[in-house]
C-alpha cells in the first residue's frame, strides 16, 4: 500500500498558459520523468490535442478547456503516459507505424508494464491500483505521415515523423510562429532510447535531420519548454554521446 498523500480528481490537473494560445496541461503530482506535458493549440476552426496524459482521472470532466471547442486530438506516440485520455475524444489521430497500438494499448506496448506503478508519483491518485491500470482502446480516424498538415483554420502544423524513440513517433511544427510540439524525440531531460520498439540509429537519423529546424520556442513531451539554442544543445550532446558509443551519425542514402 502506497504511504503517499492522497490527491482527488478536481486537485489533479493544472493548465498553465503559455504565449501564441498554447497551453500546458499536466499531473503535477507525477515525478517530472513520467509526467507527460499535454499541449492545447486554439485555432480558428478548431483546437488541438497532442497528448491526453496518464489516463487515471478523465480529461474532459477535470479540465473544460477541452471541452469548450472542436478539437482534433493528436498522439505524439503511443506510450501510456501520452495516451491515457485518448478515447474521450472522437478525433483522433495517431501516425500510421502506431496505430494499431492505440486501437489495442496493450501494457507490454505501451511501456507501462515497466514505469506504471506506485513510484511515478508525489503524491497518489485517488483510487489507484498498478496491477488494474490500463488504458482504453482508441482507434484512430486519421492515420498521419509525415508531411501531412494539422489544419486548425488560422493555423497550419507540418507532420514531422520521428522514429527513435517508438516508430510512430510525430512533432508538429507551425512555421509562422516557430512553435514545435516535439513529443519524445527531444526534451529538456534524459532521451529514452531503450523501451520496447526504441531504435537507437533511427533516433540518431531523426536527430540529425531535425537539427536545423528554425525552432522558436519547443514544448516537449516532459519537462519545461526551450528555445533554439538549447533545442540544438540537446540535439548534439545525444549525438556526441551516440559517436562515443559506436553508432552511426551518417544519414543513409
Same mark, same amino acid.
Given at each position: 500500500?502506497?504511504?503517499?498523500?492522497?490527491?482527488?480528481?478536481?486537485?489533479?490537473?493544472?493548465?498553465?498558459?503559455?504565449?501564441?494560445?498554447?497551453?500546458?496541461?499536466?499531473?503535477?503530482?507525477?515525478?517530472? +520523468?513520467? @509526467?507527460?506535458?499535454?499541449?492545447?493549440?486554439?485555432? &480558428?476552426? %478548431?483546437? /488541438?490535442?497532442?497528448?491526453? =496524459?496518464?489516463?487515471?482521472?478523465?480529461?474532459?470532466?477535470?479540465?473544460?478547456?477541452?471541452?469548450?471547442?472542436?478539437?482534433?486530438?493528436?498522439?505524439?506516440?503511443?506510450?501510456?503516459?501520452?495516451?491515457?485520455?485518448?478515447?474521450?475524444?472522437?478525433?483522433?489521430?495517431?501516425?500510421?507505424?502506431?496505430?494499431?497500438?492505440?486501437?489495442?494499448?496493450?501494457?507490454?506496448?505501451?511501456?507501462?508494464?515497466?514505469?506504471?506503478?506506485?513510484?511515478? +508519483?508525489? @503524491?497518489?491518485?485517488?483510487?489507484?491500483?498498478?496491477? &488494474?491500470? %490500463?488504458? /482504453?482502446?482508441?482507434?484512430? =480516424?486519421?492515420?498521419?505521415?509525415?508531411?501531412?498538415?494539422?489544419?486548425?483554420?488560422?493555423?497550419?502544423?507540418?507532420?514531422?515523423?520521428?522514429?527513435?524513440?517508438?516508430?510512430?513517433?510525430?512533432?508538429?511544427?507551425?512555421?509562422?510562429?516557430?512553435?514545435?510540439?516535439?513529443?519524445?524525440?527531444?526534451?529538456?531531460?534524459?532521451?529514452?532510447?531503450?523501451?520496447?520498439?526504441?531504435?537507437?540509429?533511427?533516433?540518431?537519423?531523426?536527430?540529425?535531420?531535425? @537539427?536545423?529546424?528554425?525552432?522558436?520556442?519547443?514544448?516537449?513531451?516532459?519537462?519545461?519548454?526551450?528555445?533554439?539554442?538549447?533545442?540544438?544543445?540537446?540535439?548534439?550532446?545525444?549525438?556526441?554521446?551516440?559517436?562515443?558509443?559506436?553508432?552511426?551519425?551518417?544519414?543513409?542514402?
Amino acid at each position: 500500500m502506497s504511504t503517499l498523500p492522497v490527491i482527488e480528481a478536481s486537485d489533479w490537473y493544472e493548465t498553465i498558459r503559455m504565449s501564441d494560445d498554447v497551453t500546458l496541461i499536466h499531473e503535477p503530482w507525477i515525478k517530472p +520523468f513520467f @509526467r507527460c506535458n499535454v499541449w492545447h493549440v486554439r485555432g &480558428r476552426d %478548431r483546437d /488541438l490535442l497532442f497528448d491526453t =496524459g496518464l489516463g487515471h482521472f478523465s480529461l474532459r470532466r477535470h479540465v473544460p478547456l477541452v471541452t469548450e471547442r472542436k478539437l482534433v486530438c493528436v498522439a505524439s506516440h503511443t506510450h501510456f503516459d501520452h495516451i491515457g485520455c485518448h478515447h474521450e475524444f472522437p478525433d483522433r489521430c495517431v501516425h500510421s507505424a502506431e496505430a494499431d497500438i492505440l486501437a489495442d494499448p496493450r501494457n507490454e506496448w505501451t511501456v507501462a508494464d515497466r514505469y506504471a506503478n506506485e513510484e511515478m +508519483f508525489d @503524491r497518489s491518485p485517488e483510487g489507484w491500483d498498478t496491477a &488494474r491500470y %490500463r488504458i /482504453l482502446p482508441a482507434p484512430a =480516424g486519421h492515420l498521419l505521415e509525415h508531411g501531412d498538415v494539422v489544419d486548425l483554420g488560422d493555423r497550419a502544423f507540418d507532420v514531422i515523423h520521428t522514429p527513435g524513440h517508438s516508430p510512430g513517433g510525430i512533432a508538429l511544427f507551425e512555421k509562422k510562429t516557430g512553435i514545435l510540439l516535439s513529443g519524445d524525440i527531444v526534451y529538456d531531460g534524459p532521451l529514452i532510447d531503450d523501451v520496447y520498439h526504441s531504435d537507437i540509429e533511427d533516433y540518431v537519423e531523426t536527430l540529425l535531420a531535425m @537539427r536545423d529546424i528554425d525552432v522558436s520556442i519547443v514544448h516537449g513531451g516532459h519537462f519545461p519548454s526551450f528555445g533554439k539554442v538549447r533545442y540544438r544543445q540537446l540535439i548534439d550532446e545525444y549525438l556526441v554521446h551516440k559517436r562515443k558509443a559506436g553508432c552511426h551519425l551518417q544519414r543513409s542514402s
